[in-house]
């Protein structure tokens, strides 16, 4: 065997190893249902790392403006930045034009900057909701990297799988012959938002002590605590 080979090999079996973990997944699961003149944004409350629980009581979802709303869950220290970042963009936005920004424009300002930061995306999953131009509740989807997908429902973060296809079957109407989707009232959707944590925070760790919902309309936002199992 030759020196080279030899030494590649050993190089292979030396134990010191050197690795680059920038992010970690805190949890936490989210869910928007949009209606003709309302939106309902809503996320857990429990904070995670592995089999730790870092807090019970910490909401996922934050108000932007008076009309727009945008829950995120994944790294918690990426949350935060972007948090950050994102209001400083809307306060300049607000002190340039003596104006609040749209909730389409707000949007779009959110996948520009998910992408600026594409070769170290924010480990972020992102759900936006809020009312538009025209009254309508409207909810928009992201990936890491900013791509955004107009929708009339989503959920996000660690019970996606979960929750997902309950949505796509009780609101979407999807893989059932013959159904036709139902109207989304306030009281459907709520009811839905609470079925689907519960049933999350039975199978998933990640998930779980509280629902905090945002209802958002042209007339203001009003908000609701629900209890979720603690265990």
């Keep these: 065997m030759s020196l080279a080979v030899m030494g590649g090999a050993d190089y292979m079996r030396d134990p010191r190893k050197h690795h680059f973990h920038p992010y970690a997944d805190n949890g936490g699961t989210s869910v928007a249902i949009a209606g003709d003149d309302f939106v309902m944004i809503a996320s857990d409350t429990r ?3 592995g089999f730790n ?3 019970r009581d910490q909401g996922k979802v934050l108000g932007l ?13 990426d949350v935060l930045t972007l948090k950050k970042v994102l209001n ?8 340039e034009h003596h104006d609040v920004m749209s909730t389409t424009a707000v949007a779009q300002l959110l996948s520009t900057m998910l992408y600026w930061r594409r070769f170290f995306p924010y480990y972020v999953s992102n759900i936006l909701a809020g009312i538009d ?7 928009y989807h992201y990936d890491p990297v900013g791509h955004m997908e107009k929708l009339a429902f989503s959920a996000t973060g660690a019970s996606v799988a979960q929750i997902q296809p309950l949505l796509d079957n009780q609101i979407g ?31 998933d ?5 509280g629902i905090l919902i945002h209802t958002i309309t ?7 605590k629900v209890k979720l199992r603690r265990d």
């Design 173 to 203: 109407a999807l893989n059932m012959k013959d159904a036709t989707p139902p109207t989304i009232t306030k009281e459907l959707a709520r009811q839905l938002i609470h079925d689907a944590f519960v049933s999350a925070a039975e199978r």
């Design 65 to 77: 403006t008076p009309k727009t709303m945008m829950a995120s869950s994944g790294c918690w220290a």
């Design 205 to 209: 760790i990640n998930t779980g002590d």
């Design 133 to 139: 131009e025209e009254g309508k509740g409207v909810v």
């Design 47 to 49: 904070l995670t790392r």
């Design 53 to 55: 629980i870092l807090s």
């Design 218 to 224: 042209k007339d203001g936002r009003t908000d609701e």
């Design 88 to 95: 400083a963009r809307l306060t300049m936005y607000s002190h």
